[in-house]
């Protein structure tokens, strides 16, 4: 039944491509409801029938897997949410999978946020990931909320040299010399990893300006998919690697499955969400072609 | 002397932050001002908040076109404003995390500022599929290029990319689409944007030089002669 429903769709969406097609050729333009209807189809069809593909992670993602991986146990690791709810979709399966990985490995997790939207999402990633799935660990010894604090990029400047200037307690209120995780940690320069995952300002960017390279510290980064070009220049020299939008995070996850069985019935958002980008780049290609045909034959019309 | 004081603070700031790099003794004062920084951002959300009270108010009380926008706004931002500050049906109480699971806060932003926000992103996709039916023509030998790389990165983003062209022997495996697509974003896009970052780069340390020895002083306001 769910193939059928399939098959009916997506010829449904290849004819109602080549209708319009046809249409351009004989000089009529496609309206703009139209083609929100088609990349509305396009989105919905792989999630109403859970279409999703295998994916290989490219080296790019493989250097933050394999660095949070051959880390050893009681690793500390830095995770920033530097992002807010309109970039949530396309960056939590990446902050939530960073988390995972780490506790697994039984690498200890400070999570803060450059973003103040980010104090709330680091709380919901603690909620529904950590609480939920290593109902062992314990706050403040395996993993910690120290939350936002505003400045953007003069909280780094802080931070580097000493983290109590800037946070004297977590989110709880408690104070941070009296947590365990804390104990031995004086700036950022004792981490062994920092993520940041966002892709706006303050962002992986001014990780890198204020941050790694000032600390000689690794940093890696989870970026949305928009501004993942600008941050290439930093890899690999900078950041040992980068998550570019979903296909990042589907890379992430398929490497998570494929490496550990315990994850093996993980929600994967990123996988998922690989269907509706596949189709809906599909229709946006096949667009492209219907405007540029209109505008040549429209062109030679003239001629 | 409105115009003398900033421009002295700017000056002892700005020498004092670049010596904090540059000569050790200094980098604890470069870290004491970064730290005043980070106390004068906070002001900013006052600032902000003040702000958008101000403009909204005005625009219900003249009745502007689409006032009834800025009502909601307004309600918005004083409920989640009360929500947040004390901290309401909070089982930790005031001293607990503002974002602690059930309070008010959390719940507002978890069901209404995060599926809202996120919808609004989502609407982008809708857009470019439009715009990219609209704009996207090769009209010349520039655009067919930037066309031709539009349609790789496209591809390479998917799966289908890899599917079309996994049958390319290892020996030509740069021409198989995912590679094709991380080679432009290597290459050519990181070339680019690299020369636009050192020209960023020159332009904020010939700005900030304008700043600091008093050059430049449009940031005083426009009585500034």
Not at chain 1, 77 to 83: H, K, N, T
Not at chain 1, 112 to 125: C, D, E, H, K, P
Not at chain 1, 177 to 190: A, H, N
Not at chain 2, 109 to 134: H, K, Q
Request: with cysteine; net charge neutral.
């Amino acid at each position: 039944m769910t193939n059928i429903g399939l098959i009916l769709s997506i010829a449904a969406i290849i004819g109602g491509l080549l209708w319009l097609t046809i249409r351009s050729l004989s000089g009529r333009e496609v309206e703009r409801r139209i083609i929100f209807l088609f990349i509305g189809i396009a989105v919905s069809v792989p999630l109403l029938f859970d279409i999703t593909f295998s994916e290989k992670a490219t080296p790019i993602v493989k250097g933050v897997y394999d660095k949070v991986d051959n880390l050893p146990s009681g690793s500390v690791i830095l995770i920033s949410f530097d992002y807010g709810p309109s970039m949530a979709p396309e960056v939590e399966p990446m902050s939530n999978a960073f988390i995972r990985h780490s506790l697994a490995k039984d690498h200890k997790v400070i999570i803060m946020g450059l973003w103040a939207t980010g104090q709330s999402l680091g709380a919901s990633a603690v909620e529904n990931v950590i609480k939920k799935e290593f109902p062992n660990k314990i706050d403040g010894v395996d993993y910690i909320n120290i939350g936002y604090k505003a400045g953007n990029q003069g909280v780094l400047n802080v931070i580097i040299t000493d983290f109590r200037k800037m946070y004297a307690t977590d989110v709880n209120g408690v104070d941070l010399d009296s947590v365990q995780i804390f104990q031995g940690i004086r700036s950022l320069k004792d981490m062994d990893l920092m993520i940041s995952v966002g892709g706006g300002f303050p962002g992986i960017k001014e990780w890198v300006l204020f941050a790694a390279d000032p600390g000689n510290i690794p940093l890696a980064g989870a970026s949305a998919a928009v501004s993942t070009p600008l941050l290439y220049p930093y890899y690999p020299m900078q950041l040992i690697g980068l998550l570019g939008g979903i296909k990042g995070a589907a890379e992430y996850e398929s490497e998570m499955k494929k490496n550990y069985p315990q994850f093996a019935d993980m929600p994967t958002p990123g996988i998922e969400m690989m269907g509706p980008q596949t189709l809906a780049h599909m229709v946006v290609m096949a667009f492209i072609v219907i405007g540029n045909l209109s505008f040549f034959f429209a062109k030679r019309r003239k001629e | 002397m409105k115009k003398q004081v900033p421009v002295v603070i700017t000056f002892i700031v700005g020498t004092v932050l670049i010596l904090s790099v540059f000569f050790p003794p200094a980098e604890r004062l470069g870290e004491d001002f970064s730290i005043f920084f980070d106390i004068i951002a906070v002001f900013a959300f006052f600032l902000g908040g003040g702000n958008l009270i101000r403009i909204h108010t005005s625009k219900i009380y003249n009745k502007r076109q689409d006032w009834g926008f800025s009502v909601v706004t307004i309600c918005g931002f004083g409920l989640m404003l009360m929500a947040g500050l004390f901290k309401l049906w909070n089982p930790g109480g005031i001293a607990a995390d503002v974002a602690a699971t059930g309070s008010l806060f959390q719940l507002m932003y978890d069901w209404i500022f995060n599926p809202l926000g996120a919808s609004m992103y989502a609407l982008l996709a809708f857009y470019v599929a439009s715009a990219s039916y609209r704009a996207f023509r090769a009209k010349n030998i520039d655009a067919t290029i930037l066309l031709i790389a539009a349609f790789v990165i496209l591809l390479g983003r998917t799966p289908l990319g890899m599917y079309a062209t996994s049958w390319i022997p290892e020996s030509f495996s740069i021409m198989q689409i995912p590679n094709l697509a991380i080679w432009i974003m290597v290459s050519p896009n990181l070339a680019g944007q690299r020369a636009i970052m050192i020209g960023i780069a020159l332009g904020v340390v010939s700005m900030s030089l304008r700043l600091i020895l008093g050059v430049e002083r449009t940031y005083l306001g426009v009585d500034n002669d």
